[in-house]
Structures are given as structure tokens and as C-alpha cells.
């Protein structure tokens, strides 16, 4: 991309873009990309791209799999007749009292009825 924009491209280029891109991941995948290098070897820009795109090719893979795990659940929890906090003829994400509560609020009111659910 740099030497399309015609900028000189040289191992301190790499050097300092790999540095910005390190410092900006998360502690564990700069942790993972560390621990494919010995020690004593440097790594290269070119790698760290590579990495970078496995990474984000399991990260997808990961995500689908939880979404389709949420679309279960979701029509499983859909399929009750009241909502709970009122009692009303409509789904929880359409309740007016829910949807007013804080956001410590709707998730006080939601962990006691998933760790029932995922007990019984």
C-alpha cells in the first residue's frame, strides 16, 4: 500500500509500522504472535500480515458459530407467551418497562433468569 502511495519503503518503515500494529493489538494476540518467533529472530512485516489474517479468519469462523448459537436461544426465549418483567402480550425487547431500565439494571434482571435456564 505504501509504495503504491510512493513512499519509500525500507526495513525502518517496516520496523515502525510493525511496532504501531503490535501496540494497537490486544494483549493476546501480541502475546500468540510473539510466541511464533525465537528469540533471537525478528519478525517481518509480511509475517505479522500473515498472522493478522489467520487471526482474523478464526475470529470470523468463531463468530458464526456464536451466532448461530444466539439465534437458538433467541427463538427458544421468544416462544413465551408473557413477558416477564410485565406480564405483557409482547417480547422482552419491546417491553417499555425493560427498555427504561439501566443498563445494570437489564442485566440484573437477566443473569438470574439465564443462570436458571442454563441449570435447568
Request: with cysteine.
Amino acid at each position: 500500500m505504501l509504495v503504491s502511495l510512493k513512499y519509500k519503503v525500507d526495513p525502518t518503515t517496516d520496523t515502525l509500522l510493525m511496532h504501531m500494529i503490535l501496540f494497537k493489538l490486544d494483549t493476546n494476540s501480541r502475546t500468540w504472535f510473539e510466541r511464533t518467533f525465537s528469540t533471537d529472530v525478528i519478525p517481518k512485516l509480511d509475517e505479522l500480515f500473515k498472522f493478522l489474517t489467520t487471526q482474523a479468519r478464526s475470529i470470523t469462523s468463531s463468530t458464526t458459530k456464536r451466532t448461530v448459537q444466539r439465534k437458538l436461544t433467541l427463538v427458544a426465549f421468544n416462544a413465551q407467551s408473557q413477558c416477564p418483567p410485565c406480564n405483557g402480550d409482547h417480547i422482552l425487547s419491546r417491553c417499555d418497562r425493560f427498555l427504561k431500565l439501566s443498563v445494570q439494571g437489564c442485566s440484573d434482571f437477566v443473569k438470574p433468569r439465564i443462570m436458571f435456564a442454563l441449570t435447568a
